[in-house]
């Protein structure tokens, strides 16, 4: 018999994925992530400009830039895209039916949910720079642009890893993701005190800047925001994803796919 | 020297439900082919499951080369598996994934474009290798599904009703493949539900048969075992008295039933009675019309098979 070649290390098992999966990011759900990402900047782009055409006088201020930025792209776009991009992660195989083909690989399968993770958090991350710069031209402040970035990509990066476990914990982990996302999520204006701490939306707005100024008196549930230093915002999210891929990992390691896609009792 | 499988009261539940009774065999070291037979549900894909390292046993031993294979990378290096069904990644391209499939296996640099142009020239899809998988052919995709077993030249060689969906000069092909490969020193284990197919590949078999393993022997043996089965053939003629008349004198006749347009004879030993009933036939000793076997399915010799061995 030959000689066995070297086992991959969990690093060439990401790169072999990364690589082997990019295709799947020039296909239509990968466009579409994009577009979620991008399309409210780019309307928002058209729209000013459109504005400035009719009234010369006419410019947006930061405020409304804020305002498309936390309320349009902090509340609606990125659960979205988490929502629509974290299927294609370790989910699809699953659902496909096609992770037996892999896990009979000799691959250290806790690195498999992370590898195809990786590739989608690239693309999206990628895609909300270039809608954060977006904003530069509706009359963002430019300094405050890389933080804007900044916890756009960090959410992105957690909120994709919860929702990756979330699939691998539920059978319905899309739908769980989402009423996180888009339920929990938003109250967070009514939640007192650290309660706040449990919603994403807290952290964006703690390392983006606070959006409390947009906070009307007629709005009798709201209390009073807290904020977290940004830096330890960032490494709350961060940190916050690296263990849910991790547990991620683990869960796929301990749990049995059989070729029907079904778990079997081990 | 260590058997390359080796299954000690190994059995598997889903839920409720035995997938696999407590079983024992070993395949020995060395290259060879061993055919898994078995109707549909009777436990082969569960047993490939648990060899290939898909899945855990729920109770008892599964070794290959001597170690446990669920999510043991040194032992899955040494595995191929085709298994059944046909899924593939949407939206990718074979020969790309058949790479990517070939890194997960730590193949790299040179060693891995030698791998993939001799794996795909293996199974003949240098060109229609390059092909979107949703534009391949039933027949490609399942070559390609070899492609990537072979890959990484493994030692154990498992197939999932691999004939299924090919055409016959694919399945020829596909044995020859298979010959070659076990000449070459790799022990290959085929199911099928199928005897044929595997009587074709291999003199040694172990037939499955609802969640149990229910014998292992050579060919011979499990076609002396299904020839014990009486299999009824219903023989359309103008006389049914002349059938009758006919079919008593012969040893292999079991049961009689007559109906309006002929009768139902239940034999033994099909392979000695067949010949005798084209002889009488052609002699026109037998006005025979018709000729319907009723039950020469694997399903109802294997529950034939559980009876006899209750």
């Given at each position: 018999?030959?000689?066995?070649?070297?086992?991959?290390?969990?690093?060439?098992t990401?790169?072999?994925?990364?690589?082997?999966y990019?295709p799947r990011?020039?296909?239509?759900?990968?466009?579409?992530?994009?577009?979620?990402?991008?399309?409210?900047?780019?309307?928002?782009l058209?729209?000013?400009?459109?504005?400035?055409?009719?009234?010369?006088?006419?410019?947006?201020?930061?405020?409304e830039?804020?305002?498309?930025f936390h309320?349009?792209?902090?509340?609606l776009?990125?659960?979205?895209?988490?929502l629509?991009?974290?299927?294609?992660?370790i989910?699809?195989?699953?659902?496909?039916?096609?992770?037996?083909?892999v896990?009979s690989?000799?691959?250290p399968?806790?690195i498999?949910p992370?590898?195809?993770?990786?590739?989608?958090?690239?693309?999206?991350?990628?895609?909300?720079i270039?809608?954060?710069?977006?904003?530069?031209?509706?009359?963002?402040?430019?300094?405050?642009?890389?933080?804007?970035a900044?916890?756009?990509?960090?959410?992105f990066?957690?909120?994709l890893?919860?929702?990756t476990?979330l699939?691998?914990v539920?059978?319905?982990?899309?739908?769980?993701?989402?009423?996180y996302?888009?339920?929990?999520?938003p109250?967070?204006r009514?939640?007192?005190?650290?309660?706040?701490?449990?919603?994403?939306?807290?952290?964006?707005?703690?390392?983006?800047?606070s959006?409390?100024?947009?906070?009307?008196?007629?709005q009798?549930?709201?209390q009073?925001?807290i904020?977290t230093?940004?830096p330890?915002?960032?490494?709350?999210?961060?940190l916050?994803?690296?263990?849910?891929w991790?547990?991620?990992?683990?869960?796929?390691?301990r749990?049995?796919i059989?070729?029907?896609?079904?778990?079997?009792?081990? | 020297?260590?058997?390359?499988?080796?299954?000690?009261?190994?059995?598997?539940?889903?839920g409720?439900?035995?997938?696999?009774?407590p079983?024992t065999?070993?395949l020995?070291?060395g290259?060879?082919?061993?055919?898994?037979?078995g109707?549909?549900?009777?436990?082969?894909?569960?047993?490939?499951?648990?060899?290939s390292?898909?899945?855990?046993?729920?109770?008892?031993?599964?070794?290959?080369f001597?170690?446990?294979p669920?999510r043991?990378p040194a032992?899955?290096?040494?595995?191929?598996l085709?298994?059944?069904?046909?899924?593939?990644?949407v939206?990718?391209?074979?020969h790309a994934?058949?790479?990517?499939?070939?890194?997960?296996?730590?193949?790299?640099?040179a060693r891995?474009?030698?791998?993939m142009?001799s794996?795909?020239?293996?199974?003949?899809?240098?060109?229609?290798?390059?092909?979107?998988?949703s534009e391949?052919?039933k027949?490609?995709r399942?070559?390609?599904?070899?492609s990537?077993?072979?890959?990484?030249?493994p030692?154990?060689?498992?197939?999932?009703?691999?004939?299924?969906?090919?055409d016959?000069?694919?399945?020829l092909?596909?044995?020859?493949?298979?010959?070659q490969q076990?000449?070459s020193?790799?022990?290959?284990?085929?199911s099928?539900?199928?005897?044929?197919?595997?009587?074709?590949?291999?003199?040694?078999?172990l037939?499955?048969f609802?969640g149990?393993?229910?014998?292992?022997?050579?060919?011979?043996?499990?076609r002396?075992?299904?020839?014990?089965h009486?299999v009824?053939?219903?023989?359309?003629?103008?006389s049914?008295?002349?059938?009758?008349r006919?079919a008593?004198?012969h040893?292999e006749?079991?049961?009689?039933?007559m109906?309006?347009a002929?009768?139902?004879?239940?034999?033994?030993?099909?392979r000695?009675?067949l010949?005798?009933?084209?002889?009488?036939?052609?002699?026109?000793?037998?006005?025979?019309?018709?000729?319907?076997?009723?039950d020469?399915?694997?399903?109802?010799?294997f529950?034939?098979?559980?009876k006899?061995?209750?």
């Open positions: 018999m030959t000689t066995l070649p070297t086992l991959p290390t969990p690093a060439r990401v790169a072999a994925l990364v690589r082997g990019f990011l020039l296909q239509v759900r990968g466009w579409v992530c994009t577009l979620l990402i991008v399309l409210p900047v780019a309307l928002s058209g729209l000013a400009a459109l504005m400035h055409f009719k009234q010369p006088n006419f410019n947006w201020g930061t405020q830039t804020l305002i498309v309320k349009v792209l902090a509340q776009a990125l659960p979205i895209l988490v629509v991009a974290a299927p294609a992660g989910r699809e195989d699953m659902e496909q039916r096609t992770l037996p083909l896990l690989r000799p691959v399968t806790w498999l992370f590898g195809k993770g990786l590739l989608w958090f690239g693309w999206g991350a990628a895609w909300i270039v809608a954060v710069g977006g904003l530069a031209g509706l009359g963002a402040d430019f300094a405050s642009l890389p933080l804007m900044a916890a756009l990509v960090t959410a990066w957690a909120e890893a919860f929702m476990f699939g691998l539920f059978k319905r982990g899309t739908l769980w993701g989402a009423l996302l888009l339920i929990w999520d109250l967070v009514i939640f007192p005190g650290n309660l706040q701490r449990f919603t994403f939306i807290h952290y964006i707005e703690s390392i983006a800047g959006r409390g100024g947009a906070v009307e008196t007629s009798l549930l709201a009073q925001q904020t230093p940004w330890l915002a960032i490494l709350v999210l961060f916050f994803g690296v263990l849910c991790a547990a991620s990992g683990w869960k796929l390691q749990t049995p059989g070729l029907a896609g079904a778990e079997a009792e081990g | 020297m260590t058997a390359t499988v080796s299954l000690e009261r190994a059995s598997l539940r889903y409720d439900i035995l997938g696999l009774s079983t065999f070993e020995p070291a290259g060879g082919i061993t055919g898994l037979l109707p549909n549900g009777a436990g082969k894909s569960t047993l490939i499951q648990l060899l390292g898909l899945l855990p046993p729920s109770g008892g031993d599964v070794k290959v001597g170690e446990a669920f043991n032992v899955l290096a040494r595995i191929g085709v298994p059944e069904g046909d899924r593939f990644p939206g990718l391209r074979g994934w058949l790479r990517m499939m070939g890194e997960l296996s730590g193949l790299t640099g891995l474009d030698q791998a142009a794996a795909l020239a293996a199974v003949g899809m240098e060109v229609n290798g390059k092909k979107l998988f391949m052919s027949g490609m399942q070559r390609m599904r070899l990537q077993a072979l890959l990484h030249d030692d154990l060689l498992i197939l999932d009703e691999p004939f299924n969906g090919m016959p000069e694919s399945r092909q596909l044995m020859d493949l298979l010959r076990a000449a020193g790799r022990r290959i284990l085929v099928s539900h199928i005897l044929g197919e595997v009587a074709q590949l291999t003199d040694r078999i037939l499955l609802r149990r393993l229910l014998a292992e022997g050579s060919v011979a043996e499990i002396e075992l299904l020839d014990r009486p009824e053939l219903r023989i359309g003629a103008e049914a008295q002349a059938v009758a006919w008593v004198e040893d006749l079991v049961a009689l039933r109906e309006e002929g009768a139902v004879l239940a034999v033994r030993n099909p000695s009675f010949p005798k009933l084209q002889a009488a036939v052609l002699s026109g000793e037998l006005p025979l019309r018709s000729l319907d076997p009723i020469l399915n694997l399903d109802a010799v529950q034939f098979l559980t006899d061995h209750a």
